[in-house]
């Protein structure tokens, strides 16, 4: 029998035992005090999957990097990173990224892969470790926590003596300092790469040039060498500007980033595989059956990604329900589903990324479950999150919500049968 508050005192109880964790946001509830279990083999599944896919953004990557400039802005890469796009500072394209998974009828599928600023690490790595024994499962992540701090230390170490630098460089992790959320992952993220870093907030950083040098600056007026920004999207990054002069702070930065002068993780390269256009690139090799994928990579291309285009035509010849999403949103903002005919049946309430050029995919449903919240038990859909770290699967994450994944979907710890 379900006693909503027993469950709002247990949820507070077991939460509350958590130091620099969100399981509210903005007064509202965020993390269950629940646990959705899987067996051994879903969770096994989910990774082979994961690095399928992985393999093919990376591989992918490769082609985009030669491609010319029309091309690019044609998937809505901004114009002022262009210059600096091309680059590639590490052995893989991106150091974390994750992929969103919906579990369908036709097996696991692709909804989105956020490879520049994926954010839910401290709610996998760490807090689900927790739920998932308090509830009495196994924690389907054990181990994963460790391989992602040495991997963090060791990429930025190396990357740091590429720069010539030893004990004296100065690392710094960066987020809105005013948002709760982005805030402690970055620093949770800082603490466990037990690296000599500091957290400086976006507003303190500075950039300092003259006809000579340019500089970024940290809160103490230092250089910065190593800038780790987690959560801060490179396509806001560059449209900062300085507030008194009105200068572009934010390209002088990549241009700093490009020239080595700053070392940036996520690395530039991830940014390239940010844009939701790049599924468009993937589908339309595939659906041509291009050589540039091998017979295996086609066949993991057709098991795990969904039809996806820059118009909606394919759908409306078809009479196939689709999503429009713009190549650069997040959280399901901007997003609106769409019958076979083409007319319009569900849409996010918010409206911020209009201006980022639409890709349209094949519609599928997000299986839903029974959720203990503090209202009572609901309906929630499931929204699989699959990490890569480096190139490798790592831990794996549950959201559940409505049937656009939004900013007001909750973490739903994961236990392992």
């Not at 965020?30 to 096994?44: G, K, N, T, V």
């Not at 401290?122 to 807090?127: L, M």
């Amino acid at each position: 029998m379900f006693s909503n508050d027993q469950h709002i005192k247990n949820r507070e109880t077991f939460y509350g035992t958590f130091q620099d964790f969100w399981h509210d946001l903005d007064g509202e509830e965020y993390a269950l005090y629940d646990c959705y279990p899987m067996s051994r083999s879903e969770i096994d599944e989910i990774r082979n999957a994961t690095e399928k896919v992985g393999q093919i953004y990376q591989k992918t990557a490769g082609l985009l990097r030669n491609l010319d400039d029309e091309t690019l802005l044609q998937l809505d890469i901004p114009e002022e990173v262009i210059p600096f796009i091309r680059t590639k500072s590490i052995s893989a394209e991106m150091l974390i990224s994750r992929v969103d998974f919906v579990k369908t009828s036709d097996g696991l599928k692709v909804l989105e892969v956020n490879a520049d600023t994926p954010t839910f690490e401290k709610e996998v790595f760490h807090i689900n470790a927790a739920a998932a024994k308090h509830f009495g499962y196994e924690d389907p992540n054990e181990g994963y926590e460790r391989d992602l701090a040495k991997t963090i230390h060791t990429t930025v170490t190396k990357s740091i003596h590429s720069l010539h630098k030893t004990d004296d460089a100065n690392i710094v992790f960066t987020s809105h300092g005013d948002h709760e959320e982005d805030r402690l992952t970055t620093q949770y993220l800082m603490e466990i790469s037990e690296l000599d870093a500091r957290y400086v907030p976006l507003h303190q950083l500075q950039l300092w040039k003259d006809s000579d040098t340019r500089l970024l600056l940290d809160d103490q007026g230092e250089p910065i060498d190593v800038l780790y920004r987690q959560t801060y999207p490179l396509e806001h990054l560059i449209n900062d500007q300085d507030p008194n002069t009105g200068a572009k702070v934010g390209v002088d930065l990549l241009q700093l980033i490009h020239d080595k002068s700053v070392i940036c993780f996520n690395p530039l390269s991830a940014f390239l595989l940010q844009s939701k256009a790049v599924q468009a690139v993937i589908w339309g090799l595939y659906e041509e059956q291009n050589p540039y994928y091998t017979a295996e990579e086609r066949q993991w291309i057709r098991t795990y990604f969904l039809p996806t285009y820059l118009d909606d035509v394919p759908f409306k010849e078809r009479g196939v329900p689709y999503v429009k999403k713009p190549s650069f949103g997040r959280e399901g903002d901007t997003v609106e589903v769409f019958n076979g005919s083409g007319n319009l049946v569900n849409a996010d309430e918010n409206r911020t990324y209009q201006s980022s050029i639409p890709v349209y995919q094949q519609f599928v449903t997000l299986p839903s479950t029974s959720i203990r919240t503090s209202n009572g038990l609901q309906k929630g859909h499931l929204l699989i999150g699959s990490f890569l770290i480096k190139g490798k699967a790592s831990a794996i994450g549950l959201r559940a919500g409505n049937e656009i994944t939004d900013n007001k979907a909750y973490f739903l710890p994961l236990g392992m049968k």
